[in-house]
């Protein structure tokens, strides 16, 4: 798959930007981060909606972004530079309840991410950027996942092929089992589980952050990391032995600590990255520190970033939402297109990459 779609109108890469759910914040986000005349000048955005929809939630939003240009196109090979495009992927007259889950607000947000990513699959974009959707109203026959990250896994990986990543500049944040109830937990804490996802952040953090050695700090399941047995074993019958075995592999990977004090004493600073065993051990601390951090789908050759946030109906067309998590969603696609391209060069290269170790001796 070209990661640089070249048109008849753009060389910049292309970003795919879904609009999430009309009834919630994506637009507002993405309105706002888009109207920034840099963006642009970097990239060739276009949003996968609807513009009548979208021009009602401009109304909505401060006075000088009213005027705000969108380049209506029927198709992303009609994408121009130097505008923020638009292609209507569902119907103008989708009754709209700002603030509230609705059935039709769950088929408008699918229609959108699946002709992004049906163009993503084509080699059309560069990358995808996604507003958030309702895991709930978004349910049918087309999408029966619990989120983006394993429909896109569905698209383009296999199961268990992908990792859901946060990153911010205070840390980044794994999990060995997204979207899960806290009573299936346990089913998916199993050695080979906890050592595939340790495979790919340990790749994640060498190709897409060009981190050579990445030191991996891992939690333990139970509180106090068990107590020796006390409170519970999987640290002792699964999680260690997953480590032993995967620093076998050259993983450089530590623990289980204990969630609590590892976060509450900072030891999180000392570690390239941090896996947790489930999504609110990881998502809480690291929210608590950052809300404008990156979802970031690792392990699969397509780029996928998203804010770090939901729907947010309490604010919707309140103009209150704040773009910065989108914008730092947007940035981090281009900087991972640029990366791996650098990557592809070198690997292209070897010679090249020898030199350069060579001169940092």
Same mark, same amino acid.
């Given at each position: ?68 240009? #969108?380049? %209506? ?6 994408? *121009?530079? &130097? +505008? !923020?495009?638009? $292609?209507?992927?569902? =119907? ?18 699918? #229609?959108? %991410? ?6 993503? *699959?084509? &080699? +059309? !974009?560069?990358? $995808?950027?996604?507003? =958030? ?18 429909? #896109? ?128 051990q990881g998502l809480i601390p690291f929210k608590s520190l950052d809300m404008n951090g990156v979802n970031y789908t690792a392990g699969l050759d397509i780029i996928r970033t998203s804010p770090d946030h939901g729907t947010a109906y309490d604010l919707a067309g309140k103009n209150q939402a704040d ?39």
């Amino acid at each position: 798959m070209e990661n640089t779609p070249r048109t008849q109108k753009t060389a910049k890469p292309v970003i795919a930007i879904t609009s999430g759910d009309p009834n919630g914040i994506g637009y507002e986000i993405l309105l706002k981060g888009l109207f920034d005349p840099h963006i642009v000048s970097i990239c060739c955005p276009v949003i996968y909606g609807n513009l009548s929809i979208a021009k009602k939630h401009l109304s909505l939003l401060s006075e000088e972004m009213h005027n705000m240009q #969108l380049n %209506l196109i029927n198709s992303v090979e009609q994408a *121009k530079d &130097g +505008k !923020v495009n638009i $292609i209507n992927c569902y =119907p103008d007259d989708i009754p709209l309840h700002i603030g509230h889950s609705t059935q039709e607000g769950g088929k408008a947000s699918y #229609l959108a %991410l699946s002709k992004a990513c049906a163009d993503l *699959k084509a &080699g +059309k !974009v560069s990358t $995808i950027v996604t507003a =958030p959707i309702n895991k709930e109203n978004i349910q049918s026959e087309d999408f029966q996942y619990s989120g983006h990250t394993e429909y #896109l896994t569905a698209l383009f990986g296999k199961e268990h092929e992908s990792l859901m990543m946060m990153v911010s500049d205070q840390m980044r944040v794994a999990l060995v089992c997204n979207h899960v109830a806290i009573s299936k937990v346990p089913l998916f804490i199993t050695e080979a589980h906890i050592i595939k996802k340790l495979t790919i952040l340990n790749q994640t953090l060498q190709n897409d952050f060009t981190i050579r050695k990445p030191r991996i700090a891992v939690l333990a399941l139970n509180p106090h990391a068990g107590d020796n047995g006390l409170i519970g074993t999987e640290e002792k019958e699964i999680i260690i032995p997953a480590l032993e075995k995967a620093k076998e592999k050259g993983i450089w990977a530590f623990g289980p600590y204990s969630a609590d004090g590892f976060f509450g004493s900072g030891k999180y600073k000392h570690f390239d990255a941090v896996l947790a065993m489930y999504h609110d051990q990881g998502l809480i601390p690291f929210k608590s520190l950052d809300m404008n951090g990156v979802n970031y789908t690792a392990g699969l050759d397509i780029i996928r970033t998203s804010p770090d946030h939901g729907t947010a109906y309490d604010l919707a067309g309140k103009n209150q939402a704040d773009a910065t998590s989108f914008l730092h969603a947007l940035y981090m696609s281009i900087d991972l297109l640029k990366t791996r391209a650098s990557n592809h060069e070198l690997l292209k290269n070897p010679l090249q990459s020898r030199n350069n170790d060579k001169t940092a001796e």
